[in-house]
């Protein structure tokens, strides 16, 4: 997989927006759901987002609801993440997945492809 961010980059002051793309390297990659976890220095890899590849449903984790909004362009096997009215407490490294199935699970386990990360810091 190939992230990165989108527009403004990764450094933001509280309420300010990011975005994040995803581009899938294979067609068995972009079969499968994708998802967006965030991890932070000490702490585990939490769900952020996710979206079924084939059926287009989305959900999200309580802390993003409302905030963030996760997307795909299909022609480009390429997801987004959206990220508005961000607080400090966004600030981590992002990682976007390919499921092992169509869906998108919560839990890291099931993924199998991962980016590299992008590190999002918003500033106070």
């Known amino acids: 997989l190939r992230s990165s961010c989108r527009r403004g980059g990764g450094l933001v002051q509280a309420g300010g927006s990011l975005s994040l793309s995803c581009r899938a390297s294979?067609?068995?990659?972009?079969?499968?759901?994708m998802g967006w976890f965030r991890q932070a220095p000490g702490k585990e890899r939490e769900f952020v987002a996710g979206?079924?590849?084939?059926?287009?449903?989305?959900y999200y984790t309580d802390s993003v609801k409302g905030r963030f909004t996760i997307s795909r362009d299909n022609a480009k096997n390429t997801a987004y993440l959206q990220m508005n009215s961000l607080k400090p407490e966004d600030t981590s490294a992002y990682y976007c997945?390919?499921?092992?199935?169509?869906?998108?699970?919560?839990?890291?386990?099931?993924?199998?492809?991962w980016g590299k990360g992008t590190l999002v810091t918003v500033s106070s």
């Open positions: 979206i079924n590849w084939r059926g287009g449903s989305t």
């Open positions: 997945a390919a499921a092992l199935s169509s869906m998108a699970p919560v839990s890291p386990s099931g993924y199998r492809y």
């Open positions: 294979g067609r068995t990659v972009s079969n499968n759901g």
